[in-house]
């Protein structure tokens, strides 16, 4: 069954949106697999003025397109058709999927409590000012984190992030299966340690992570007098050996 033509604006007396056009301009012009640019992108909808939203937004409806943090095969303003998903240009397949539908209050203050009301992937809280801007106030949102759990399947799951961490960050995707793989690699030590950082939601310094971080300030003199320290210290120990 052929499709219907990405060009045209009108079905009938229904309207055909943006969205629904580049799917199957994407379908029919460029082909799975294929890579394609954003030069040909606003090329072919020019008469769109957020025509890489609405491919982003395909995402949302089971669409496979990498961008080069993707696949870093790609440059950076290339990305590649790998699938396509719902036939959204057919009435009823463009519904909102249920991820993005709108939260009450009560569902927002829940999440902002459980994420102890700062952001996750910064930490700043609600009105603090960030430490490269002293006019900007952070501004709390809730977003939507695609998580791919232990037994391969997605969920999407809210999670507390201020407005600057969540401009531009797109479709964020935690693989769970993979992060906990890591923990298992953990050395019995290294699975305390983490513990702890989680049951006080915070890490803590240890003495030679400020170490670390007052030497990589020092000057490249001041940096070859810790070296020699070190290195003297080391050499005190094995004569005491």
């Known amino acids: ?42 090329s072919a909808f020019s008469d769109v003025a957020q025509i890489d939203r609405r491919i982003r937004q395909l995402r949302d409806y089971g ?8 696949d870093p095969s790609l440059k950076q303003d290339e990305q590649r058709f790998v699938s396509r998903g719902a036939d959204v240009w057919i009435p009823g397949q463009a519904k909102t999927p249920r991820h993005k539908n709108s939260l009450t209050a009560a569902q927002r203050q ?20 960030y ?19 232990a037994d391969g399947s997605e969920e999407h799951q809210l999670v507390t992030e201020c407005k600057r961490c969540g401009s531009g960050s797109g479709d964020r995707e935690v693989n769970l299966e993979a992060l906990l793989e890591l923990v298992e690699d953990l ?17 803590s310094p240890e003495p030679i992570d400020r170490l670390w971080g007052l030497y990589r300030t020092l000057p ?21 050996d």
């Not at 699975?191 to 950082?197: C, D, S, V, Y």
């Open 131 to 149: 430490g490269d801007d002293d006019v900007t106030q952070a501004v709390l949102n809730v977003a939507r984190r695609k998580v791919v759990l």
């Open 63 to 70: 669409w496979r397109i990498d961008f080069s943090r993707d």
């Open 187 to 203: 050395s019995p030590m290294e699975r305390r340690i983490l513990a702890g950082w989680i049951a006080a939601d915070r890490r």
């Open 110 to 129: 829940k999440v902002f409590q459980a994420d102890g009301y700062l952001c996750r992937s910064c930490g700043i809280a609600s009105g603090e000012e």
């Open 220 to 240: 490249e003199e001041a940096r070859k007098a810790v070296a020699g320290a070190l290195d003297d210290a080391d050499a005190a120990d094995g004569m005491d």
């Open 1 to 42: 069954m052929s499709l219907p033509s990405w060009q045209k604006k009108l079905d009938g007396n229904r309207k055909v949106g943006s969205m629904a056009r580049a799917a199957l301009w994407l379908a029919t012009e460029v082909g799975e697999g294929n890579i394609f640019t954003k030069a040909d992108l606003r």
